[in-house]
């Protein structure tokens, strides 16, 4: 006791000699004698987005974890992203997608999983053209395709989530667009893709890229048009803008239609998004 007292005084003494060393004071005191009582001894764990996805982004390039560990990061890295901002999607992209999109190309990777990474490289690419354009330098279109193609052995729930994707990569994106056109089989692909049931989801996004990407539709996806609205599924005559077939070089008025178009898309795809995640 006799040294505490000894420091107080101390310590007052200092105080009252000089104002400018009056902070650096108190603070000394409150972290040596009051702080102790009210604290546990254990720091708060940082719980921020950016901490988050540096912690799931590390989980993702270890490639000695097992699949489902990294798919699941990815997600994660995806969700965070999303809802931390542009910013957070960016850096996220920079730092991790080539890992992720990696990781999809794994042969012996199981449906859960995909759907996991496709679910992720949804959220880092919604509404955010450069990492949709990183996505297409990372040939992940290329991979999608191949992913919803007559000779593809997933499930139809992956090759929906294959279509929710392409669908976002194409929203404000011309040149991926572009790219998706120069495939000559997609129409009749994404037509038999429509066919199915998309009963659950809120649009059905096979039938939506065909719009996207101005293919003609014949009068089997006219019905199944008719038949979604009656569903309760609503839709914007801008839709019919894009109803002619775009040309080798997309014309200043293709690019206004396809812009209008794909942003009604994109604002129902992420209703689903997070209803789907939530």
Not at 199 to 214: D, F, S, T
Request: proline share 4%.
């Amino acid at each position: 006791m006799k040294t505490t007292f000894c420091f107080e005084k101390k310590l007052f003494e200092e105080c009252f000699e000089t104002d400018r060393r009056m902070p650096r004071l108190l603070s000394s005191l409150y972290d040596n004698y009051i702080k102790p009582y009210f604290s546990s001894g254990l720091e708060e764990p940082d719980r921020s987005h950016k901490n988050k996805i540096l912690r799931s982004g590390r989980l993702i390039r270890n490639t000695l974890l097992p699949a489902a560990v990294r798919a699941d990061a990815a997600r994660d890295v995806g969700i965070l992203s999303y809802t931390g901002g542009y910013e957070h999607a960016a850096q996220a992209a920079d730092n991790y997608m080539a890992s992720m999109v990696e990781l999809l190309k794994t042969p012996e990777l199981t449906d859960p999983h995909i759907i996991q990474l496709l679910e992720g490289l949804s959220a880092l690419c919604y509404l955010h053209v450069a990492n949709q354009n990183k996505a297409q330098a990372l040939g992940l279109p290329d991979t999608l395709l191949e992913f919803i193609s007559p000779t593809s052995k997933l499930s139809f729930t992956s090759q929906r989530w294959s279509c929710y994707l392409l669908n976002i990569l194409c929203c404000h994106n011309i040149p991926i667009i572009c790219h998706l056109k120069d495939s000559e089989s997609l129409q009749s692909i994404l037509e038999k893709l429509a066919s199915l049931d998309w009963e659950k989801w809120p649009l059905n996004y096979a039938q939506e890229l065909i719009r996207a990407l101005g293919f003609q539709q014949s009068s089997m996806k006219d019905a199944l048009h008719e038949e979604d609205e009656l569903k309760g599924c609503t839709y914007t005559k801008s839709g019919h803008m894009l109803g002619k077939g775009l040309k080798s070089k997309c014309t200043k008025y293709e690019f206004i239609s396809i812009v209008c178009i794909q942003f009604y898309i994109c604002t129902l795809a992420v209703n689903m998004h997070i209803n789907y995640r939530y």
